[in-house]
């Protein structure tokens, strides 16, 4: 059965993955989290990463609610 969640909640989702699946990112004794860096350092890389993530869901029948469309 298909579920809907919102971008937020997909944000949310999106940014705890990178987190998970990435080591902390220490620079000049300051630690950060992985989806911070990306999308600070690279925000098309962070924004396509996250159009993956989106369609991945997709195949699992989660989508975006219609805010995702804005």
Request: hydrophobic letters at 35%; glycine letters at 4%; aromatic letters at 16%.
């Amino acid at each position: 059965m298909a579920q809907v969640i919102s971008y937020s909640d997909a944000l949310e989702m999106y940014n705890e993955y990178l987190n998970d699946c990435n080591p902390t990112i220490k620079l000049c004794g300051i630690e950060f989290d992985p989806a911070y860096a990306l999308k600070e350092l690279d925000p098309i890389a962070y924004n396509c990463g996250f159009s993956d993530y989106c369609a991945a869901l997709e195949s699992d029948d989660i989508f975006i609610g219609d805010e995702y469309y804005v």
